[in-house]
């Protein structure tokens, strides 16, 4: 009703009801404990190697004790592996790999059940589709998520030379513009956080002067937004000669940046690109920093990059991300396979002199685009599938401009009817076309073993 509602409203009422929000919101990240949590973080950067091993390994023992004695979940599962208390009590950081992993299945799951911990705060969940398209729910308290702002605030934000309270601009998931024939403005505006909301499904060299055009009217100073979409508009103000006006910096995230990508965005907005990566779950955060380095925060949590046996990977070698977040006592996340990739840098020196372990690259995945009837262009499609919890994992393929597939693996609680939801989010992105379901026991995965969450058989041009 709140979704129809607002769709049927006008901008300026829209931009309101963002506001009001955006105050919610404002408020819920910053206040409490994000002042003292921000200072506690920046002293830890001048940490020695020794000095974050023994973090580490303090962080690590406090998070496993509680897990064992408040969280039903691992109770059960590291009980059977035979753990104790004690053992946990005198846990070294090489002994985490005698673990379990924490599958993507399973915080589907019990991530709303088991997996919670009966000393949790009060708070709420925010969904987390991934990049396989199996959606999730990550439990968010109010520390928690003020501990993360904090974090994110430090080592994203400010070593990108810029704050939270500056005016910026987004292009992010979430659907700002409902309508199924989209006009102008192709943003909303949050007053409470001096923010332009651009939509991330309307992007097209047809509207790209509307999107600098935005830029300039909420006088934003830097752009936070998915690699991709951002990649994509600057694309188009390039192709449509378009002057975007001058930014403090741009920082990406979601999507793999690559050098080409980097270097458009940094020519169109005249400023550097800082790139990141962490997701919904919080469970770990890399970020670059002024020296262009990617670091892992080792105070986010623990990050293993193994081989294809489960082994740690030695420097220069690329390989799978395993995550254990420090920061969430709420909902924990222990050696939690995300299901993403990265390069380890094979020398750890920095220009910085920080200690914290360098990356080469976040290799994640890159998505094919998909091509909408007005050529808008798009890759996130995680909202299609939000509030359907029996579907266990999705794949978008574009077979031609005018039909989509969808490949579904569902439970059996599973209603077709969710159809119609599903169908109604795409066309009001993409337009007429014509949608058909495929129901599948699994989705294929590509030569390297990684799932697509998004395939095209276009040539994107």
Known sequence: MIEQFYARSPVFLQNIYISIYGYYWKRRRYGGCFSEKLKEFKQHENFSEEQWIAYQTFELRKLLIHSYTTVPFYRKKYTEYG??????????????????????????????????????????????????????????SKKFHQTWSALYE?????????????????????????????????????????????SAYHISDNTAKEYVLGLQKSKATYLVGYAMSIYLLSQSIRKQNLKAPKLKAVLTSSEKLTTTMRTIIENTFQCKVFDAYSGVEACGLISENKKGELLFSPDSGIMEVLDSNGKNLNYGKSGEVVATGFLNYDQPLIRYRIGDSVKLSENQKTFSGSKMLKIDEIEGRIEDVIIGSKGQKMVRFHGIFVGIPSIIMAQVIQKTLNQIEIKLVVENSYETNFEKVMIDRIKSQLGEVLINFSYVNEIEKTTNGKYKAVISNLKNG
């Open 154 to 198: 430090l080592r994203v934000r400010n070593w990108a030379g810029v704050n939270y309270k500056l005016p910026r601009a987004m292009i992010g998931g979430r659907r700002v513009i409902l309508s199924d024939k989209p006009k102008p403005p192709y943003f909303r505006y949050n007053k409470a956080e001096s923010q332009a909301y651009f």
């Open 83 to 140: 753990f104790t208390i004690q053992d946990f009590e005198n846990f070294e950081l090489e002994d985490l790999q005698k673990l379990p992993y924490l599958e993507k299945d399973e915080l589907r799951k019990y991530g709303t059940t088991t997996l919670l911990s009966n000393k949790r705060g009060k708070g709420k969940f925010y969904n987390s589709s991934g990049s396989t398209g199996t959606p999730t729910q990550i439990y968010f």
